[in-house]
């Protein structure tokens, strides 16, 4: 089965830009969540998708979206971007019923640098 | 509210034990551990449910004290292969579809 795949893997920007992050999850996986990755910090939660509808949201400015397609598939943008929006962007996916008992499968990432 | 892991950064010879706690101010729901070498994917351990379960998988073990709200990893024997950046998770329950991730514990093994 293939893993969790995401597009770019790396993506240098300048302020005041837009960028959009792909993420294909794991066939029949449902389920797809994103994370902010910065050193020191963890993995900050962005959202989570499942059937096209967003489930739930972190702490992210409005200038942080995403969506879900049919396929499951999601997308996240970053419209106006600011040097701290530099990390590594992580998504995950999983089956979707029950995200908070089941293991979430994580993609390779998307470090993305603003200058 | 992030849980809290500690320590922050750990060093091992081959062979020794570690202990890596996680903390959270909250009802724990589940708890989720997963280890991250550097310029990868966190790849996932284990999952730990509410009822003070304890789990292990090889060398490594974890349990989860619902009550306390704490959960700890287990590393026995340590090996090469465990050095990178261990993450645990929170699921509050409730529906809530999210995992809040503390800020990782650096686990380093030498020979």
């Known amino acids: 089965k293939a893993g969790v795949t995401q597009t770019p893997r790396y993506l240098i920007k300048t302020r005041g830009q837009q960028v959009t992050l792909s993420c294909s999850p794991i066939?029949?996986?449902?389920?797809v969540s994103w994370y902010q990755q910065t050193p020191g910090q963890g993995l900050q939660f962005l959202f989570e998708y499942f059937s096209e509808t967003q489930r739930n949201k972190g702490n992210f400015p409005g200038r942080f979206s995403g969506r879900q397609f049919s396929n499951s598939r999601s997308e996240m943008n970053v419209s106006t971007l600011e040097l701290g929006d530099s990390a590594l962007y992580l998504c995950a996916s999983s089956w979707g019923r029950d995200t908070e008992q089941e293991t979430q499968y994580f993609g390779p990432g998307t470090r993305l640098l603003v200058l | 509210q992030q849980p809290v892991q500690s320590p922050q950064a750990v060093i091992l010879r081959e062979g020794e034990d570690a202990v890596i706690n996680c903390s959270s101010s909250?009802?724990?729901?589940?708890v989720h551990w997963y280890r991250q070498k550097h310029g990868e994917a966190p790849i996932f351990l284990m999952i730990?449910?509410?009822?003070?379960e304890q789990k292990g998988h090889d060398k490594i073990s974890a349990s989860f004290n619902e009550k306390k709200q704490q959960s700890s990893l287990y590393l026995t024997a340590s090996q090469l292969s465990y050095s990178g950046t261990y993450f645990c998770g929170t699921a509050s329950g409730g529906s809530n579809y999210k995992l809040t991730f503390g800020k990782g514990t650096l686990l380093t093994v030498n020979p």
């Open positions: 730990l449910l509410k009822g003070g």
């Open positions: 909250k009802a724990l729901y589940s």
């Open positions: 066939s029949g996986h449902r389920s």
